[in-house]
């Protein structure tokens, strides 16, 4: 093949990119290509920063290999096609992905393709196992219980990593295209987009990961691997990350989860506005007040406003005070769990469809928990995975002078603080102590 276009959607690298690898591989000439779609702009300004580090990193890798990040703005589909056309490409790769949007982008760019008699070919790169690629037996195209999907998961042949591409040759006489400023974010502590930095924090995780079966709960020790912005924009690859971790089977577990979440999503693409199990969706309460408290981490119950604080000042939250929010939400506060899932939405750098819906839609009782009707007391979280309170006084400010774990009892805490006391509904000590 003389020439290939390489479309970038949320595969932001050039280690174990089978398309890219591919293309380089059988094309003299390629464009790798990013089109920024402007009506996805402003869905998260905190992830459009982190977007766009990784997309000028991404430029920084790929004129390091002779070639650049050749940038357009406009509907995908129509700037793919027409570059293609402008070069004479035989072919166009781009990793499979999920989502309602994606998988509409990918239609139409068949369509297109088969229009102009351009090969289309999508390759895997966003998960370890392909969503779809292990189904239960006896039927059923996805696993809607985790524990059986992991054990196929484990049991089931990976595909082996592509080599980074030495050097990569454009077609003579392509302009690049600016990269836009990169835009501030709503959230000051953000942690930096792009490959370089993923992949150096791949490497000093090693110096963790041997914790991780015994921290990865511990709220104040922060012992996870916080690779999730990582892998949402492919800074990382999934596949990569389980080769280094091998033998680490609590990280690898998580994984799982992730790649479980897009064969669920794969199977159900409404993940997002419908519940997946339509008897667990209650009668949500309409509460526009207590939902403002709960988005600005002041609903009185001071782990709760950790969480939601966290997520404000970082753009990423720790998993178990995930758990903890969106059971208070959905579970004491009664509010719909769409609610939970566009809020998360907006402000994760990590916040994708398949993760941050199923999640949600598990913590509901709507989704893949095989007990939905499991209740989260937050206190008793509280007590059990922050202990002695330094989670919450690191990000409750208004707390730092109460002591030990007795930050986390609403009922106890000084009434002089400049904190407020819990919601109408969440004044009784009783409240708490319901199971
Ligand atoms: P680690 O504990 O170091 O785990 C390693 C990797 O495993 C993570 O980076 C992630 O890719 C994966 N992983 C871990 N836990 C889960 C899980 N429960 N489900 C799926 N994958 C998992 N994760 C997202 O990536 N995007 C989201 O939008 C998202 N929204 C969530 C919403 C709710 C309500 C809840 C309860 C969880 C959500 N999660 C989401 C899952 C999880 O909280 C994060 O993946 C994790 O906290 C990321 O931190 P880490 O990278 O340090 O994880």
Redesign the pocket.
């Known amino acids: 093949m003389n020439t290939a276009v390489v479309l970038f959607t949320r595969d932001l690298r050039v280690h174990d990119h089978p398309a890219l690898a591919a293309a380089c591989a059988n094309a003299s000439h390629v464009v790798p290509l990013y089109v920024l779609d402007p009506s996805l702009a402003d869905i998260s300004p905190t992830r459009s920063r982190f977007l766009h580090q990784s997309l000028a990193d991404l430029r920084a890798a790929l004129r390091d290999r002779g070639a650049d990040l050749v940038v357009r703005t406009g509907d995908p589909v129509a700037e793919t096609i027409k570059m293609a056309l402008s070069v004479n490409a035989e072919g166009i790769g781009l990793s499979a992905d999920v989502s309602h949007y994606a998988r509409r982008r990918e239609e139409r760019l068949t369509d297109e393709c088969e229009r102009h008699r351009i090969a289309l070919k999508l390759f895997p790169g966003l998960t370890i196992v392909d969503p779809g690629a292990v189904t239960p037996g006896g039927g059923g195209s996805s696993y809607r219980v985790f524990s059986p999907y992991h054990r196929a998961w484990l049991a089931s042949k990976w595909r082996d990593e592509v080599a980074t591409p030495g050097r990569i040759t454009l077609p003579p006489d392509i302009p690049a295209g600016p990269l836009p400023a990169i835009p501030g974010g709503e959230s000051p502590d953000a942690v930096n987009g792009g490959e370089t930095e993923g992949r150096r924090r791949l490497s000093a995780w090693q110096r963790h990961i041997d914790g991780?079966a015994d921290a990865?709960n511990d709220m104040a020790a922060d012992e996870?691997?916080?690779?999730?912005p990582y892998?949402?924009w492919g800074c990382l690859s999934p596949l990569e990350v389980a080769k280094v971790c091998e033998g680490h089977e609590a990280?690898i577990r998580?994984?799982c989860?992730?790649d479980?979440?897009y064969q669920v999503a794969l199977a159900f693409p409404h993940l997002s506005t419908r519940a997946y199990r339509s008897s667990g969706d209650l009668t949500w309460r309409d509460d526009a007040s207590a939902l403002s408290h709960w988005q600005d981490g002041l609903t009185g119950v001071p782990i709760v406003d950790a969480g939601m604080r966290q997520l404000q000042a970082e753009g990423?939250?720790?998993?178990r005070a995930?758990?903890i929010t969106?059971a208070f939400l959905t579970k004491h506060l009664g509010i719909d769990w769409r609610h939970?899932v566009q809020w998360?939405?907006r402000r994760?750098l990590?916040?994708?469809v398949p993760?941050?819906s199923?999640?949600?839609q598990?913590?509901a009782g709507t989704g893949n928990d095989t007990r939905p009707y499991r209740r989260f007391n937050p206190i008793r979280q509280a007590q059990r995975f922050d202990p002695d309170g330094v989670y919450v006084r690191r990000y409750v400010p208004e707390l730092k002078a109460v002591e030990g774990g007795a930050v986390h009892m609403p009922w106890k805490l000084p009434q002089k603080l400049d904190y407020p006391g819990p919601l109408e509904s969440h004044r009784d000590e009783a409240v708490w102590l319901r199971p």
Not at 224 to 228: A, Y
Not at 316 to 319: E, R, T, V
């Open positions: 991780y990865h996870t691997s916080r690779f999730s892998l949402r990280f998580q994984l989860w992730r479980f979440y990423w939250m720790h998993n995930r758990l969106a939970g998360f939405f994760l990590d916040g994708d993760n941050n199923g999640n949600w598990w913590v």
